[in-house]
DNA sequence: AACGATGTTTCATTATTTGGAACATCAGAA
DNA sequence: TTCTGATGTTCCAAATAATGAAACATCGTT
């Protein structure tokens, strides 16, 4: 994932990955065996994550699992380095006069980061879907990004995706996703036709700075047992309003100190 | 805050905090005011850590501030290493039954941590809430805690407080903090008077493991302005439900494999 | 043009990381 | 019990990677 790794930093954060890779708590032993990293090496990086409090390490059955400093860490970065904060008010907002589930991403290396989210129908709770990550290519948000970039960061994004086909109508080529980001672009927004989730269709538009940089995108998400595309299509003015919003106070945010004028900084 | 660094890993999640630790996007002559790391080394991890995408840097202004990575990797915290995913159905209910504001907390190196919150009233952002920290000798759910730690636990935590006096209810020392950690115990649950702020009461109750290991908390927050502790204290059978519940799941939970009975690990 | 402040690179020195291998610990089998 | 295989921990000389003073570059200001 992370590219060759610089030195022992490098190295350590891959084993943190590692670990946060897993679903459950993990031995050293399986770690081990997942590691290019030789026996002692790999054991004395695990010390020293542990020692940092970036894993925890449970005596009782010798496992790591990660430790709750990033959890500190992770609200911080979300903090300053997310549009969430600003994006707030107006999430709320949209969710509450369109009934419908919202989510707020960014662009992370080639994948679509989801870093809030608002739920219209159950209480939500807090990190279950900030931090998750998706495809670009087939999802709204991920679309919405994708049509709005720079030639180049696009060639550079379209290499790195998969191209797997979730669903039956999943855009499972690069060919067939250029199409498809033309229209999007021509229109200003994006759809997901059940691409990555059967059943799930949503609309999206892209978060766009004054020099039209990508910052993020939102979007409106239904299922196709309660609504269709067409209905939620009938709230794309809303979803505008949103987006144009959000931008407006990028905008304004942007460092009051040193008088400079730039917006969003992300992958 | 950690400890003395364990080698280039410990410095550069030191430069991590300190970077955290800003409300902004710092500048490199900024980092190094603070860092006592001599500018070429300080220089050298500021960019393997943005190679690693840990931080980013804005090229246009020449800050840094913390990169997306950490949320990806604070999703994979929560899901494994806090009891919030095993919670989240008892908090709903919690959260619905008493038309409360509740909070799940851990215990993080001697300060509480939130890592899950369902605010009854307003429409609930993610990340706004959980991740943060704050004291444990001021807050319901540190007291609930604390007041169930072994003797030496508690020996070891009371010595970081602070006793910083919040508000005139603030319990400010440790013998008189102490006293109240007696009656807590007794009593099975912990108030929060304004100890912290001004107007923000609270009742909290520990989540016991079968050992009676203490393995985080959860807290029913009320404002002085619509009710009082009495009224609180009435809810107190629903939280006893709530926490047992919790406990009870968190016993089961404890990974399958090796079949060992280990419930929670945390700092 | 000269200045001060910030950001970046160099390179000989030094200290830290490295990893093969020995050692330790434990659980199960004979 | 003793043996055996698997996992976890420590050692230490060799190799590598980190170090940091100082030189250099870049920019905005006077």
């Known amino acids: 994932m992370s590219a060759a790794g610089d ?50 390490h449970n005596p009782e059955n010798g496992t790591y699992s990660l430790g709750v400093r990033l959890v500190r860490l992770a609200h911080a970065a979300w903090r300053q380095a997310s549009l969430a904060p600003i994006a707030r008010r107006h999430l709320d907002s949209l969710s509450v006069d369109t009934g419908l589930t919202v989510h707020l991403a960014q662009m992370d290396y080639g994948h679509v980061l989801y870093v809030d989210k608002r739920n219209a129908l159950e209480p ?41 086909r979730f669903t039956p109508t999943t855009l499972a080529s690069e060919a067939v996703l250029r199409q498809s980001l033309e229209r999007t672009r021509a229109r200003g927004f994006a759809t997901d036709r059940e691409e990555h989730e059967a059943g799930v269709i949503c609309v999206a538009m892209p978060i766009l700075s004054e020099e039209e940089r990508v910052l993020g995108a939102v979007s409106l998400t239904g299922s196709t047992l309660r609504t269709d595309l067409k209905s939620l299509e009938a709230h794309i003015p809303c979803l505008r309003q949103c987006v144009e919003a959000i931008a407006e106070e990028a905008s304004h945010w942007a460092f009051p100190v040193e008088g400079n004028e730039t917006g969003g900084r992300l992958g």
Do not use: W
């Not at 891959?14 to 050293?28: G, M, N, S, T």
């Not at 990550?133 to 790195?160: N, S």
């Open 7 to 56: 030195g022992t930093v490098g190295k350590a954060l891959d084993v943190l990955d590692l670990v946060a890779a897993q679903e459950k708590p993990i031995r050293f032993a399986e770690l081990q065996r997942m590691s290019v990293l030789p026996k002692a090496t790999l054991y004395r990086l695990a010390q020293t994550l542990v020692n940092q409090g970036m894993l925890v």
């Open 124 to 164: 939500a709770a807090m990190f279950t879907d900030a931090g998750k990550v998706a495809p670009a290519y087939c999802t709204g948000v991920g679309k919405a990004m994708l049509a709005f970039l720079d030639a180049d960061e696009l060639d550079q994004i379209l290499g790195m995706q998969s191209f797997h």
